[in-house]
């Protein structure tokens, strides 16, 4: 599972983004519920034409024969009929039970297992209503001709076509009641696939935005967001706060209630507006924590692809937001009582709270909320749900680089850091090995968009959180800190930008004075990871920034220089007797802390002959050992 996971998170992203994302942002998406839409659209069709030429090859001459059949069954013996059509109340009465039970059992399991959302979703699919309404009435007819017919004694030539009718009525609507039930029960068993769920549930939240935007454009909203509307949201707060923020509220409601009559009107118009905004904020606020509790079933239960279509959603939601959001009236963005009293708001700092109401990011918060309760719960259990979470987040981020929602990006910045902590905390270091590259991939991208500050912030929050791992004693993931800052600073130095030597400045302080033998190892692993940037440099043209280095390691006992240097040229030296070009294993993240490109080689020879008494010491003795 887990290759297949990756597989499909690396392998389609690309045509994720370029098919699946730009079709829901437009609303025109064809959903996993409704996928197969042409070939069954075809199947259909074959069937309609096929009906066609069976009815003009000669079916309509059979069905007028069995109608002339029971037209003279009915003349002949009413008892019979009466006790026909008896039967067939008593078979339709079963057939409307059994539909019955077998619906609300398989739903009421599938409510179990995903989110009790479902049975709500299910009664309001209109295509249950009108099946059931016309099995109610098959019944109700064959019942009520049932009863007509008992009062039949003797039947006349006036009664005869009555009966015929009548008859023909309870033929008709008992063998439409069978055949529905074949399309019927493949409907009832692709609504609750888990894809076709999920997808339902987003499907309200982009229906909430847009029937906001709707509003807006029917011009029903007025004033400005640092107006009346940020006055109004104060009210809406919920009444339990602390005092100091009761006694702000009501020093608010009195400076408002001494304004004018015409500041009144305003008020009272902006409260109708943030009164619209309520209903729609609680459907997104609800659609989106079924989502998560679906994907914290599939997590529990190892099914990945249900949890992938979960994030998938959420991913999508946010991409259709953020190319809503501009047209969104300023209401919206206001905390309204749905907002203070959702869970992952309501124990928020009130501070921080005014911070994302400014900022208008509820919606981006909300999400991210989502997938850090996602990312704690695969912690050393399902990782490949901690890493699908980096992922997309990761995702996020970028695009919010690309439409340079710079506030948008820092929040996803705080989540990776959020991550990060978690991580520690739990002391799942594979968890973070994986974080660590989504985490890096991000600077990378804004290092590419020209982003220095946000570059700059993301090295100092690397060099942080090393520090904090090392004091934990998770030594190999201060180690996965100083690679992907050693390669944060090549991809620097290939961009030509100006945070490169910040960079390896952050790089250099991240080694400690071992105590241990695990700390020993930590810090050859930095080391080597700076001696491969050194070569990285040097073959660049960047004598300076190599010079940096060396600086940093020249007082290293000579012994542990040597030994870092036969290990480099150890994996170098498999290579140049094969025909790889890379490393030999397999890894998650496609990369080797330990491994040496064999072209830059020459350039790590010629950082280590920067150190005098090396080369004496490499002639002397083949191997070395550290005291």
């Known amino acids: 599972m887990n290759e297949r996971l990756t597989g499909r998170v690396s392998g389609t992203e690309s045509s994720r983004v370029s098919g699946t994302e730009s079709s829901r942002v437009s609303g025109t998406e064809s959903y996993p519920g409704f ?7 075809l199947t ?13 090859w000669g079916g309509h001459r059979w069905i007028q024969s069995g109608l002339r059949l029971l037209w003279v069954g009915s003349t002949q013996d009413v008892g019979a009929l009466q006790e026909f059509v008896a039967t067939s109340a008593q078979v339709l009465s079963g057939v409307l039970g059994f539909t019955l039970s077998v619906v609300a059992i398989v739903v009421q399991l599938s409510a179990d297992r995903f989110t009790p959302k479902v049975t709500e979703l299910f009664l309001r699919e209109k295509v249950n209503f009108y099946l059931f309404f016309f099995l109610i009435l098959a019944n109700v007819v064959s019942l009520w001709s049932s009863a007509a017919l008992s009062l039949y004694v003797r039947v006349g030539p006036a009664e005869q076509q009555r009966l015929g009718l009548l008859i023909g009525l309870n033929l008709l609507l008992g063998t439409a009641s069978f055949l529905v039930l074949i399309p019927y029960f493949r409907f009832v068993f692709h609504f609750l696939q888990p894809a076709s769920i999920i997808h339902r549930i987003e499907q309200q939240v982009r229906q909430a935005v847009l029937g906001s935007l709707a509003s807006r454009r029917s011009g029903s909203d007025s004033g400005s967001k640092g107006g009346c509307f940020s006055r109004y949201s104060l009210q809406l707060r919920p009444r339990h706060d602390n005092v100091a923020q009761q006694q702000r509220c009501a020093g608010i409601q009195g400076a408002v209630g001494m304004a004018t009559e015409q500041h009144s009107l305003s008020h009272q118009r902006c409260g109708a507006i943030i009164g619209q905004c309520l209903p729609a904020h609680q459907r997104c606020l609800s659609a989106l924590d079924e989502i998560k509790s679906i994907a914290t079933s599939a997590l529990r239960q190892q099914e990945g692809s249900i949890l992938l279509e979960a994030l998938d959603s959420l991913k999508s939601l946010w991409v259709f937001y953020a190319a809503h959001k501009a047209q969104l009236p300023p209401a919206w963005f206001l905390f309204t009582p749905a907002l203070w009293r959702d869970p992952d708001f309501a124990s928020v700092d009130q501070g921080l709270l005014s911070q994302i109401e400014a900022e208008g990011t509820w919606l981006e918060l909300k999400i991210l909320r989502q997938y850090q309760a996602l990312f704690a719960e695969g912690l050393n259990g399902m990782r490949q749900a901690s890493t699908l979470v980096a992922i997309h987040s990761r995702e996020l981020g970028i695009r919010a680089l690309e439409t340079q929602q710079l506030t948008v990006a820092g929040w996803v910045i705080k989540f990776f850091n959020t991550y990060l902590r978690a991580v520690i905390n739990a002391r799942d270091i594979r968890s973070g090995y994986n974080l660590l590259k989504q985490y890096r991939l991000l600077a990378e991208a804004a290092l590419q968009h020209h982003q220095s500050a946000l570059v700059l912030r993301i090295v100092d929050y690397f060099r942080y959180y ?15 800190f100083g690679f992907d800052l050693g390669v944060l600073a090549q991809s620097s130095c290939a961009l030509g930008s100006e945070t490169t030597e910040a960079i390896v400045q952050a790089l250099l302080r991240l080694d400690q004075d071992p105590e241990s033998e695990q700390q020993e190892t930590t810090l050859r692993g930095i080391r080597k990871t700076q001696v491969r940037v050194a070569a990285y440099f040097l073959r660049c043209g960047r004598e300076d920034l190599a010079k940096l280095i060396y600086q940093d390691m020249q007082h290293e006992p000579l012994a542990r220089l040597q030994s870092i240097r036969q290990e480099l040229q150890s994996t170098t030296a498999v290579i140049a007797t094969r025909t790889e070009s890379s490393f030999w294993e397999f890894t998650d993240r496609g990369e080797n802390f330990y491994f040496l490109e064999p072209a830059l080689q020459p350039y790590a020879d010629q950082f280590f002959g920067w150190f005098q008494g090396l080369a004496t010491l490499q002639e002397g003795q083949e191997s070395v050992e550290l005291p």
Not at 44 to 51: I, N, P
Request: without cysteine.
């Open 44 to 56: 259909w069709s074959a069937a309609v034409v096929g009906a066609g030429l069976l009815w003009a």
């Open 35 to 41: 996928v197969g839409r042409r070939p069954r659209f």
């Open 466 to 480: 090393s520090l904090i791992a090392y004091k934990a004693g998770l030594f190999f993931l201060s180690e996965t």
